[in-house]
């Protein structure tokens, strides 16, 4: 195991146990599953400086501690990122595998609404998206997951064009495998390894394209980094702790993510075995 993927492994770890501590903290110590504990607004400590009145990281302008919406902001980010690739990996395969075994129009219609989708910004087309499904949790979810898919789309073709055409592969068709089990036993764990990476890579891109998105006033939440960045910058002098604070722990995680992985992808790749 390579020094990225251990680096990488230690940050993301100590993310997630902070995203899950505040999930505990918020729906089963301070509040319940019914009505979670959200950071308080209290205008009487805006804009307090880390270390003052108890406050370790200072406060924002509506006077909620920075650690409290960091924590909130953080735990939003993962789960968003962690939907849309799971999601945008899912159809990815699947329209990845239909793409090579099923009917020319198929082939025909996925490869242009691919490079449809590709000719144009992601953060645009996820506008355009959001513009009209509204301003949602769900509507961002859409809007990133149709910018998202065909990434994985054309991975997957490739793994398919590779997998399909080994020797035990081509003899389970000839003897009349169903090409539902087919796929479910032998093309999504063949294509597996090399998704993973890109779904771990793809979760910090999410990341960052929520974060544009709710910087622009696009995002799904107020504790959305981006949004909270947004509000930063109109104080940026008076407190630029805000600024560096969000930004050092948006780099941070974007940081492990990408660490881990390039590791997985090095280490996953037969090339450095020899």
């Known amino acids: 195991m390579n020094k990225e993927i251990k680096i990488g492994t230690v940050l993301l770890s100590s993310y997630l146990v902070w995203a899950v501590g505040w999930l505990i903290y918020s729906y089963f110590i301070r509040g319940s599953i019914t009505s979670p504990y959200f950071p308080v607004t209290d205008m009487t400590k805006e804009l307090v400086f880390p270390g003052n009145h108890g406050f370790l990281l200072g406060t924002d302008i509506y006077g909620r501690s920075v650690v409290e919406i960091l924590s909130a902001g953080l735990a939003y980010s993962l789960g968003v990122s962690l939907l849309v690739s799971l999601t945008s990996a899912s159809i990815g395969i699947v329209i990845g595998y239909l793409s090579v075994t099923g009917s020319n129009v198929i082939k025909v219609g996925s490869d242009l609404i691919i490079n449809l989708i590709f000719i144009f910004p992601s953060i645009l087309i996820a506008i355009m ?146």
């Open 129 to 274: 998206v959001m513009s009209v499904t509204g301003q949602s949790f769900w509507g961002l979810v859409f809007a990133l997951v149709i910018t998202g898919w065909p990434g994985y789309a054309r991975i997957a073709r490739g793994e398919t064009m590779r997998v399909i055409n080994l020797t035990y592969v081509e003899s389970a068709r000839a003897v009349g495998v169903p090409e539902l089990r087919l796929f479910l036993k032998v093309i999504v764990p063949a294509i597996l390894p090399l998704m993973m990476v890109h779904i771990v890579l793809g979760v910090s891109g999410v990341i960052i394209s929520e974060a544009a998105l709710g910087f622009l006033g696009l995002g799904g939440s107020e504790y959305s980094w981006g949004a909270m960045l947004s509000i930063a910058k109109t104080v940026l002098l008076e407190a630029p702790y805000m600024v560096v604070t969000l930004s050092a722990v948006m780099a941070g995680l974007i940081i492990g993510l990408n660490l881990l992985g390039d590791g997985l992808r090095d280490y996953l790749d037969p090339r450095k075995s020899f």
